[in-house]
């Protein structure tokens, strides 16, 4: 065992003394293969290090075990819920037979108090696996919403498309009814007065059939009797039939009288027609109202998504929350009574639209959960100064005070394991403040929780004395019974290395401003992929700015043929020029062949703009000795180079 342990880097600068009298304490135990060592909440009372075997580590998400990582001899597991005094956030379990040597809460201390090369190496360990997991998680909670969305749609979409199959049924045989009443009429030779009349009652049956006649239930049944009496007084056949859609039609007795005068004994052929051409336009307007219902939700889909639009843009808030509802609406359904209290004058943002979108959908839904199909879901929006304020409000079980400062911690769930990965409201954290430099608060009490998020109307704008990044979120109880409280601070959590706003240079983190000032003075020819035609994008209005300050301009755009006076290019191997800098307007998946075709063009600087994080082709660019800055904006980096701010 202290041969062992020695090569263990946790263990391997122990004194002697220290690694002789840990090996006398601590407990070796074996493991079958498929044996479970600890279960994801159990209590967190040992760590374990692999002696021999492999350990998989895995994590119960949106109801599937998703494989985290798996540990092999000579590994520490288990330390994070000891270090945390927290439940486990995995379940452990032997790939093949192992043994392990387990590690208690005090043996643990010891060794972290009286060694700096094992807390060092402690420290390595958690923070490497903390990051390891997060992204795998946050990748599982995306495709777990995705799964959940895509549900939803499917569930809506169904409803619409069948009745409009349906419809289209039923139409084949209306429309050979009314071909038949229709040369039943004909045989009969109208005057002009009973053609007026005519006339009249098919606009009558046409525009009831969009908007129903309104009468209630009783009404109805008396006034359905009324009709059919009347028609059997007439010797009208199948009187039962004809009168619904008479009293569909609106029609009193005292109209029937009138049209009697006008048709004399061809009355019973007007009915058989009128309600063959009422069935007719029925069905036409319930197909119609059915294809317009599809169209309706891939509009909102569309929309929710921005599928290929520019990763900030100009903003409606309105339209991003409308279109979460109309997403969640399956889950919503019910008992569920959703209040729209919207500012009318409210103005468009700067914003990374389909993560804000993100956000709304992770609120709404743990609002839904928090009321099991009944309750009152409220949205509320009012602008502050420079500021746009959108509170979402529920009327469900509240937040337990105790708990209320952990809910943006990374993995904290209230939720059963398999139904949360504590990743949802970390992630729109992460999205308001980090990304838009904004706040979000909770205000809660039992019957009332309320998410207020800010965000700046223009972001660009935003003076650093309120730049969020800075700020933590809180959290507090009753937002109107605590006007003249101070929120409770909730602590920061650390920040994601490959999220925050940072830039990166030759991997440097933060670097100064000498070097992004080499960075302007050397560059000259500026190619731009994914340039807009739209004066309003950011991915016009920005290069635009730089052509202005003297940069040549190089548009990389497949589907634009000219922009800003300069010719377009459908990638930077098709463009004929030398280029300094590639600046990046692509999605943070796309990335990665960009910079692949950048260095194969020998460009030296590598620009994403803001909001636009790829860590693997940033990395491959610093390989190969280009610059990088990544997730800034190259105009307000410019400007305040050039001010020397």
């Known amino acids: 065992m202290y041969d062992f342990l020695k090569k263990v880097p946790l263990f391997a600068n122990l004194p002697m003394a220290d690694l002789e009298r840990l090996c006398e304490m601590i407990d070796e135990s074996r493991l079958p293969a498929g044996a479970e060592l600890f279960a994801e909440g159990d209590a967190g009372d040992k760590a374990y290090v692999i002696k021999e075997g492999e350990i998989d580590i895995l994590k119960q998400s949106a109801g599937r075990e998703v494989l985290l990582a798996v ?27 192992s043994v392990l040597l387990a590690i208690t809460q005090a043996q643990l201390d010891h060794l972290l108090n009286t060694s700096p090369s094992a807390a060092r190496a402690m420290l390595h360990t958690v923070t490497t696996r903390w990051m390891a997991m997060q992204a795998i998680l946050q990748q599982s909670e995306k495709m777990a919403q995705l799964g959940t969305l895509t549900a939803g749609i499917a569930h809506e979409l169904n409803n619409p498309a069948a009745a409009a199959q349906r419809g289209a049924g039923q139409l084949r045989a209306a429309v050979g009814q009314l071909q038949h009443s229709y040369w039943q009429l004909s045989e009969r030779v109208l005057s002009p007065s009973q053609l007026e009349s005519l006339r009249t009652v098919d606009e009558r049956a046409n525009r009831y059939a969009r908007q129903p006649f309104a009468i209630d239930p009783l009404g109805r049944s008396d006034r359905e009797y009324e009709l059919e009496t009347w028609l059997d007084e007439q010797g009208v056949e199948n009187a039962w039939e004809v009168a619904p859609t008479l009293v569909n039609l609106g029609y009193e007795t005292s109209e029937l009288d009138h049209l009697r005068a006008v048709f004399g004994e061809g009355l019973a052929a007007v009915f058989t027609w009128l309600v063959a051409a009422y069935t007719v336009y029925s069905l036409l307007e319930e197909i119609g109202q059915g294809a317009g219902r599809l169209a309706e939700i891939v509009k909102a889909l569309k929309s929710y998504t921005y599928l290929d639009q520019a990763p900030v843009q100009l903003v409606d808030v309105h339209e991003g929350l409308d279109n979460t509802l109309i997403m969640l609406r399956g889950k919503l359904k019910g008992g569920i009574t959703v209040h729209r209290q919207y500012a009318q004058d409210l103005p468009r943002i700067q914003a990374y639209a389909s993560e804000l ?141 490959r999220r925050s706003r940072s830039v990166f240079v030759t991997g440097v983190r933060r670097p100064d401003d000498d070097q992004l000032r080499e960075i302007f003075r050397s560059a000259h020819h500026v190619a731009v992929v994914g340039i807009s035609g739209q004066p309003d994008r950011p991915a016009h209005t920005v290069p635009a700015y730089l052509q202005t300050q003297g940069y040549h301009i190089i548009p990389v755009n497949p589907h634009l043929d000219e922009v800003l006076g300069e010719r377009a290019y459908p990638d930077l191997a098709a463009v004929p020029e030398p280029v300094d800098v590639v600046q990046i307007f692509r999605r943070s998946e796309a990335v990665m062949p960009i910079v692949e075709q950048a260095i194969e063009k020998g460009a030296k600087v590598i620009w994403m703009q803001e909001g636009i994080v790829n860590e693997p082709a940033a990395q491959l660019a610093r390989d190969a000795g280009l610059a990088v800055v990544m997730d800034a904006c190259m105009r307000v980096q410019h400007k305040r180079v050039a001010s020397g701010k």
């Open 71 to 97: 540990r092999q001899a000579g590994e520490v597991i288990g330390e994070m819920s000891l270090l945390e005094e927290a439940p486990r956030t995995a379940t452990a379990r032997a790939r093949t037979e």
């Open 357 to 497: 979108n993100q956000v709304w959908t992770n609120i709404i839904d743990n609002a839904a959960d928090a009321m099991p199909g009944q309750g009152q879901l409220t949205l509320r929006t009012h602008q502050e100064d420079n500021w746009v304020v959108v509170e979402i409000e529920d009327n469900g079980t509240g937040i337990p005070e105790a708990i209320q400062s952990k809910i943006f911690d990374p993995f904290f769930t209230t939720k059963p394991p398999g139904k949360g990965s504590g990743l949802g409201l970390n992630i729109s954290y992460n999205i308001i403040v980090h990304k838009h430099r904004g706040e979000i608060k909770v205000f809660s009490r039992p019957g009332k929780t309320c998410f207020e998020v800010r965000l700046p109307v223009n972001s660009e704008t935003t003076s650093a004395a309120k730049t969020a990044d800075d700020r933590p979120p809180t959290a507090t109880g009753d937002k109107a019974s605590n006007q003249s409280e101070s929120p409770t601070n909730i602590h920061a959590n650390p920040p994601d290395p």
